[in-house]
């Protein structure tokens, strides 16, 4: 069974004003107080998330799209041409042409606040090639736009040509463009949270349960659990196919509970407009909580069973410096049991830390992998009956992109793993009793994933083959006995 859960709007109102206009000539005198208003982080961006080597000034403020009218904010973006927000939107995009319509908000409503529909403001950078009176759009235009018709991702695109005017504005062709174009030799660093209200939870199985909070909207997890500021729950209870000839007493089940905050990191060293940039980084990171509990003799598998019940979507929109920079995020939430179908369990344990995955780039290195889990478990219950082993994971496997193109990917694997040899008939309250042999329960965590050619959206050099994050890999006993 499918459900599909909308938590809240990934786009707002407010993201529609969110644009950019990168002009030709000098800043005007209003467009430079508006850059020396505008908020920046005066700690230098570390190396371990895309330092910009070399680069001792300021960098540009990291934060989730602003709630308020949008107002003119520049920003270096190389060769005297400063970004800035407009009015602009993009009304239309045709993802197989690359065709876009460009126009202007209502008259009236330029952060189109009274139409909950309106189209999302783009960033802009008018070339000298034709007045920006006769088109709302010039060839050389650099297009940087939140979530728009067309373009849910996001767009961020250069205008080729213009191909005439509409009803609805000025339509154009347009061709893939990079952030260097943008933000030229800025450099930005930030970790923004995902508001749990903004995704898109589709529900793969008929007993998941959601709950979230956020500041001042706080909801009330299963049996009363509060779940924490900034952080989703999903609840799960399912069976899962026992192993054959097994009585009904053994039948099997998994249920639990994943919490998890999740957050963008995003950093950028640039070295000016048109080159690779001294140094990036894009990852996913957050705080991990959950705990399930397994009963039965499930089923033997030859390779792990993998049961999804929850597939989650966002599309935040982070505001570096004034460049709208469009994050596209996918969860998918899975219980995992591998076994050889003979050992019966009743097992339950509870985990929570925290984790990072993502790719950093560096002239030197290029693209290289980042990975880090600080995960630790507790046993709440154990007992173990008759030799065998088994294997259950609750994980998710997630995806960060930008502007539609996904750059990492990674799976995140908490698991419990048991083991007995011998006739064994034991639990953690008192592991000799009954047992020849010996058993053992451990947790543990996998962490792998990869990085992906299109993580050249931050104009670095294409990847010639995806690269694996490599496999973080840790494991701990949690409880065993011998007689």
Not at 8 to 19: E, S
Not at 399 to 409: A, D, F, H, K, P
Request: proline share 7%.
């Amino acid at each position: 069974m499918r459900r599909r859960t909308r938590l809240g709007h990934a786009l707002t109102p407010a993201f529609a004003v969110t644009a950019l206009l990168l002009a030709a000539g000098c800043s005007s005198p209003q467009h430079q107080a508006a850059a020396d208003g505008h908020a920046r982080e005066a700690a230098r961006v570390s190396d371990d998330t895309g330092a910009a080597a070399g680069t001792d000034g300021p960098a540009l403020a990291v934060a989730a799209a602003p709630t308020a009218t949008a107002t003119t904010a520049a920003g270096s973006a190389g060769a005297g041409r400063p970004a800035h927000r407009t009015t602009l939107t993009v009304s239309s995009y045709d993802t197989r042409t690359r065709r876009a319509v460009i126009a202007r908000s209502p008259k009236g409503d330029p952060t189109g606040k009274g139409n909950p529909t309106a189209p999302a403001s783009p960033a802009v950078s008018p070339s000298a090639s034709a007045p920006a009176a006769a088109h709302q759009a010039a060839v050389g235009d650099v297009i940087a736009s939140a979530p728009a018709p067309g373009a849910p991702d996001g767009l961020l695109a250069k205008v080729t040509k213009v191909l005439g005017e509409t009803d609805a504005g000025t339509q154009v062709q347009t061709e893939p463009a990079t952030l260097d174009a943008l933000l030229g030799d800025d450099t930005a660093k930030g970790s923004v949270p995902v508001d749990p209200a903004a995704f898109d939870v589709d529900t793969l199985l008929p007993d998941v349960k959601v709950s979230w909070s956020k500041a001042g909207d706080g909801h009330v997890g299963p049996k009363g659990a509060t779940v924490p500021l900034g952080s989703l729950r999903l609840d799960v209870s399912t069976g899962i196919p026992a192993a054959e000839g097994a009585p009904a007493s053994a039948a099997a089940s998994v249920s639990g509970f994943v919490q998890v905050a999740p957050q963008v990191d995003f950093a950028y060293g640039g070295a000016g407009t048109g080159t690779a940039p001294g140094s990036a980084y894009l990852g996913v990171s957050g705080d991990w909580d959950s705990g399930w509990a397994v009963k039965g003799r499930a089923g033997a598998t030859a390779t792990p069973l993998r049961i999804p019940f929850a597939k989650l979507h966002a599309d935040p929109v982070l505001q570096v410096g004034p460049v709208p920079v469009v994050v596209n995020l996918d969860l998918t939430c899975y219980l995992q049991v591998s076994g050889d179908g003979k050992i019966t369990v009743d097992v339950e344990q509870n985990l929570k830390g925290d984790f990072k995955a993502g790719g950093t780039f560096g002239t030197a290195q290029g693209w290289t992998p980042v990975s880090s889990s600080t995960l630790t478990s507790t046993p709440v219950r154990t007992s173990v009956t008759t030799a065998g082993s088994v294997r259950t994971a609750l994980g998710a496997e997630a995806s960060v992109g930008l502007y539609g193109s996904v750059g990492v990917t990674a799976d995140l694997a908490p698991y419990l793993r048991g083991e007995a040899t011998g006739a064994v008939t034991a639990t953690s309250a008192t592991p000799g009793a009954d047992a020849e042999g010996a058993w053992n329960l451990y947790g543990g965590v996998d962490l792998s994933g990869t990085l992906r050619l299109q993580l050249s959206v931050f104009g670095t050099p294409v990847l010639e083959r995806s690269i694996p994050l490599g496999a973080l890999h840790r494991e701990w006993k949690l409880a065993g006995g011998t007689l």
